[in-house]
């Protein structure tokens, strides 16, 4: 599965879990970060931002995300992701290595974007 677009309700709920795992367990922000642990398999969770010039940037990232069969959503804004990373930059991209309270957030958001 390519990066999956998504509705408002389910991007509020992505940065929800980019925030509880931040807190809870680990992330990566950054897109070399997230390159670098979706290929080690140490991805759990990706989001990647649409908003990202030139496209080229991220444009890798939910391919090799299919092939480790790591879920990858796509949120419309990068300064959002990067607030929801807790950083003040924007950024183009966050995975989550691990995903403490977050793991049936992610759970329940993966299950719905297969219906």
């Known amino acids: 599965m390519a ?16 925030e509880v795992a931040k807190s809870t367990g680990k992330i990566k922000k950054g897109t070399n970060e997230t390159t670098k642990s979706i290929e080690k398999g140490k991805a759990k969770f990706v989001a990647v931002a649409k908003d ?9 990232i939910p ?21 929801a990373a807790g950083i003040q930059v924007p950024t183009g991209s966050v995975a989550v290595v691990q995903e403490g309270e977050a793991k049936n957030l992610i759970k329940e958001l993966v299950s719905k974007a297969k219906q």
């Open 3 to 18: 990066a999956i677009e998504v509705s408002k309700e389910m991007v509020d709920k992505i940065y929800e879990i980019i």
């Open 52 to 60: 990202v010039e030139p496209a080229e940037i991220t444009m890798h």
């Open 63 to 83: 391919m090799i995300a299919e092939e480790k069969n790591v879920p990858c959503f796509q949120v419309p804004s990068k300064e959002e992701l990067g607030a």
